[in-house]
């Protein structure tokens, strides 16, 4: 079962709009829209940021958006914060081998 | 508010058996909306789904994993246990439970996570 695919790192200054891709294919992101993200603080546990592609949780800053489009999710950090540096993880079903998740590979944020 | 937390022993030799538990707090355990997961994080890399399963017993596992992963759950405690044989070296993470949305597929409540080293 592959990752999806995600950069390993993104940068941004203050203020700034970043966009963190993940990229995977027909049997996972491009198949169904249950594509979620997570932010990780060192140390810390996961915390859900999108769910369904697009979808805020409440509590989440409106400043975190996301899309899909064919075999690619984004997320999006607009007007970009020091809080906002972690690492990001994008999450989708997939039945390319049995039902089950699979993860990406990681963005790191820097917030320079 | 729900809250997850975790509980094992932290160091393991290689070829033991890796028992874990997870307690539910702040709800129940029962629901046919959610179902109840482990996900493991080795240090420096990123996060891989173990498997997760629902109140009635039916389990999901990861296939990379399917034969060596066992995931119980005690209605009576409120919490589920993962069961993860023949450790070795490649099995050293930090180990989470998580609620997981079983209509939607995202994993809205996270345990702060265990560390778990296998080393001889």
């Known amino acids: 079962q592959s990752a999806l695919t995600q950069p390993a790192s993104v940068s941004g200054s203050p203020g700034q709009s970043i966009t963190i891709s993940c990229t995977g294919t027909?049997?996972?992101?491009?198949?169904?829209?249950?594509v979620s993200w997570y932010q990780q603080h060192p140390g810390k546990a996961p915390k859900l940021m999108i769910y369904e592609v697009s979808n805020r949780p409440s509590g989440v800053s409106n400043r975190f958006s996301a899309s899909k489009t064919g075999n690619t999710a984004s997320l999006t950090i607009s007007g970009l914060q020091a809080e906002d540096e972690a690492d990001y993880y994008c999450?989708?079903?997939?039945?390319?081998?049995?039902?089950?998740?699979?993860f990406g590979t990681g963005t790191k944020v820097t917030v320079l | 508010q729900l809250q997850l937390q975790e509980s094992g022993p932290g160091l393991l030799k290689p070829s033991e058996t890796l028992s874990l538990t997870c307690a539910v707090s702040?709800?129940?355990?029962?629901?046919?909306?959610?179902?109840w997961g482990w996900i493991r994080q080795p240090p420096g890399k990123g996060l891989e789904w173990i498997g997760g399963i629902y109140y009635t017993g039916d389990a999901y596992y990861n296939p990379s994993l399917m034969s060596r992963v066992t995931i119980a759950v005690d209605t009576s405690k409120n919490q589920f246990s993962l069961r993860l044989t023949s450790v070795t070296a490649a099995d050293t993470a930090v180990y989470s439970c998580?609620?997981?949305?079983?209509?939607?597929?995202?994993?809205?409540?996270w345990g702060i996570g265990t560390s778990v080293t296998v080393s001889s």
């Open positions: 027909s049997s996972d992101v491009g198949g169904f829209d249950f």
């Open positions: 999450s989708s079903y997939t039945t390319s081998i049995s039902p089950l998740y699979v």
């Open positions: 998580a609620r997981h949305v079983g209509y939607s597929y995202y994993m809205d409540v």
């Open positions: 702040g709800g129940s355990i029962f629901s046919t909306s959610y179902y």
